[in-house]
């Protein structure tokens, strides 16, 4: 059986062990950078994240990037402490403190910041939030096509962590993504709460039937930029595309699957659950949606 490979996977550059990262005001080298052991996301995972690509010096999508990003601060009602402008500026700082141009991930992490006890209540987090950048030189090198098994664990519901939210939380996807590489898999394929296809542990997912792409209805699903961006080139482009329940049985008989993430745009799925999608190849409807997703970022970052 092929090793594993992860939606993730990037080619090695050396230049990563000595980039800058920032860390509450202050670049400093990967080696020290640090945060505490009472920071509320160390210790109960108390925060949001973004990533971002940057391409041509420029950050793709970064107005929606931003948006999300304090659409979630308003959601666990956290204080960032800086406005948007702000935030952005830490990023390029981050950027130009590692010469980078191209090839390059960000994660932005903003938790509830050092708390006085080890505890829950948000009152304990008294000296405010804590802003993590770390921007690598990241390459996507995705070998292959990627392996699915469908697994028990689902996204939850919205009155209990609503999938939307770019929490640090994600124990119930790390545990999906356990389970499917125990059953041999690269990535999990998570249903919603009614059984219908949602989405995987890390990314969005999409199928294509008789040239038609369908995605889920995005309720259960994470809010990925990349995925709605994907939509908006189908519809641009006259590629029927469909957000709307859809089952197992529709997947298995599909002709292609993908992914879709910040990190590796489009991924192509080879098999779910053992039974191969399509040619368990790159198909022709993907391969027209990166040129378009191409195309497109190209525009954003000109």
Same mark, same amino acid.
């Given at each position: 059986?092929?090793?594993?490979?992860?939606?993730?996977?990037?080619?090695?550059?050396?230049?990563?062990?000595?980039?800058?990262?920032?860390?509450?005001?202050?670049?400093?080298?990967?080696?020290?950078? %640090?945060?505490? @052991?009472?920071?509320?996301?160390?210790?109960?995972?108390?925060?949001? =994240?973004?990533?971002?690509?940057?391409?041509?010096? %420029?950050? !793709? #999508?970064?107005?929606?990037?931003?948006?999300?990003?304090?659409?979630?601060?308003? &959601?666990?009602?956290?204080?960032?402490?800086?406005?948007?402008?702000?935030?952005?500026?830490?990023?390029?700082?981050?950027?130009?403190?590692?010469?980078?141009?191209?090839?390059?991930?960000?994660?932005?992490?903003?938790?509830?910041? @050092?708390?006085?006890?080890?505890?829950?209540?948000?009152?304990?987090?008294?000296?405010?939030?804590?802003?993590?950048?770390?921007?690598?030189?990241?390459?996507?090198?995705?070998?292959?096509?990627?392996?699915?098994?469908?697994?028990?664990?689902?996204?939850?519901?919205?009155?209990?962590?609503?999938?939307?939210?770019?929490?640090?939380? %994600?124990?119930?996807?790390?545990?999906?993504?356990?389970?499917?590489?125990?059953?041999?898999?690269?990535? &999990?394929?998570?249903?919603?709460?009614?059984?219908?296809?949602?989405?995987?542990?890390?990314?969005?997912? #999409?199928?294509?039937?008789?040239?038609?792409? =369908?995605?889920?209805?995005?309720?259960?699903?994470?809010?990925?930029?990349?995925?709605?961006?994907?939509?908006?080139?189908?519809?641009?482009?006259?590629?029927? *595309?469909?957000?709307?329940?859809?089952?197992? *049985?529709?997947?298995?008989?599909?002709?292609?699957?993908?992914?879709?993430?910040?990190?590796?745009?489009?991924?192509? @799925? !080879?098999?779910?659950?053992?039974?191969?999608?399509?040619?368990?190849?790159?198909?022709?409807?993907?391969?027209?949606?990166? %040129?378009?997703?191409?195309?497109?970022?190209?525009?954003?970052?000109?």
């Amino acid at each position: 059986m092929n090793e594993h490979v992860t939606t993730h996977q990037a080619s090695d550059d050396a230049r990563n062990a000595d980039i800058q990262i920032y860390v509450n005001g202050a670049i400093v080298h990967r080696d020290e950078a %640090k945060v505490s @052991v009472y920071d509320s996301g160390f210790i109960l995972g108390d925060g949001i =994240w973004e990533g971002l690509r940057l391409y041509n010096g %420029k950050w !793709a #999508f970064l107005d929606e990037h931003m948006d999300r990003l304090f659409e979630a601060s308003l &959601a666990i009602d956290l204080d960032i402490g800086m406005d948007r402008a702000g935030v952005i500026a830490a990023l390029e700082a981050t950027r130009l403190a590692n010469g980078m141009e191209t090839d390059t991930h960000a994660r932005l992490m903003i938790t509830r910041g @050092v708390k006085d006890k080890p505890f829950q209540h948000p009152s304990l987090s008294t000296s405010g939030p804590t802003m993590v950048i770390i921007c690598e030189h990241s390459k996507p090198s995705i070998p292959r096509p990627i392996r699915l098994a469908t697994v028990p664990h689902m996204r939850g519901l919205p009155m209990t962590q609503d999938p939307k939210l770019n929490s640090h939380s %994600k124990l119930n996807c790390i545990l999906a993504c356990i389970a499917a590489e125990k059953a041999g898999a690269d990535e &999990a394929l998570m249903l919603d709460v009614n059984g219908f296809v949602n989405t995987t542990n890390a990314c969005n997912f #999409f199928i294509v039937r008789k040239g038609a792409v =369908w995605t889920s209805t995005g309720d259960y699903c994470m809010n990925g930029i990349t995925r709605q961006k994907v939509i908006d080139v189908c519809r641009a482009d006259g590629i029927p *595309v469909f957000e709307r329940n859809y089952s197992l *049985v529709d997947t298995y008989g599909a002709d292609e699957a993908f992914l879709t993430g910040t990190f590796g745009a489009q991924t192509p @799925v !080879a098999d779910l659950d053992g039974r191969q999608i399509g040619s368990g190849e790159l198909g022709p409807i993907t391969t027209r949606i990166r %040129k378009l997703y191409k195309n497109l970022v190209a525009k954003d970052v000109a």
